[in-house]
């Protein structure tokens, strides 16, 4: 056990290896400072990203409402009168708490919202699962290559638990980035938002790819695969059964 002078405030060695005194004190200060940056980084990532999810969702579904509003009466939880009326209010939700994230404006009732919204998502699909209906998800607008799967049901309830995450974040004392961490932080938010684009096109790419490649006749004497049907079954197996 080694101490020093008080008068020259030089660290202190004590029983454990601990270090105190002013040295002890900055490496603590440095310690708090990378996990309050961490923090902050993770926040602006998680709430930007998911801010955009609800604003690239609810405004592809405003290109075709109405087809989105056939994919709300589709999934059978509601009549085909009120559809309308819930497609309508899960796109202005959408749109909304995307601005309200995006911008960090009321984050905490954002994030609150965002728990609801992807909520009723998740229970929407569980149930459509436990029907065995396999209808078009119209997740991301009125595009029906994504089916009720799974899959679908997987991505929303992540989607929950990023928005319990970011209400977390925002009911703390979490500090904001600076413009150095500004450009890694938009590009970390630009995967997150990518990756759950493109997630629901994993089952239909993973069903392709395990298909038997088939050639048909085309008008000229060449056998191509350009004139093969794209109707590639989401779950080949059930179909054969």
Request: glycine letters at 10%.
């Amino acid at each position: 056990m080694a101490r020093s002078s008080r008068a020259t405030g030089a660290p202190i060695l004590e029983r454990g290896g601990l270090t105190k005194g002013p040295a002890g004190r900055k490496i603590k200060g440095c310690k708090q400072g990378g996990e309050s940056l961490t923090a902050a980084v993770t926040y602006f990532v998680l709430r930007t990203g998911l801010g955009a999810i609800c604003l690239l969702a609810g405004l592809e579904k405003l290109r075709a409402p109405k087809e989105f509003f056939q994919g709300v009466e589709q999934y059978g939880l509601v009549r085909s009168r009120v559809a309308p009326i819930v497609g309508g209010a899960l796109i202005g939700a959408e749109v909304v708490l995307g601005l309200l994230l995006v911008s960090g404006l009321a984050p905490v009732l954002a994030a609150l919202g965002a728990i609801v919204l992807f909520s009723v998502f998740a229970a929407a699909l569980a149930v459509s699962l436990a029907r065995e209906n396999t209808a078009p998800c119209h997740c991301f607008g009125a595009s029906e290559v994504e089916k009720i799967s799974p899959l679908a049901l997987i991505r929303a309830v992540v989607l929950v638990g990023i928005s319990a995450v970011v209400l977390a974040f925002a009911l703390g004392d979490t500090a904001s980035i600076t413009r150095h961490e500004l450009i890694p932080s938009l590009l970390m938010a630009a995967a997150l938002v990518t990756v759950t684009r493109l997630s629901g096109l994993f089952p239909l790419a993973w069903s392709f790819l395990r298909s038997k490649a088939s050639m048909h006749p085309t008008p000229t004497r060449r056998v191509s695969f350009r004139h093969q049907p794209l109707d590639v079954p989401l779950y080949p197996r059930e179909q054969q059964q």
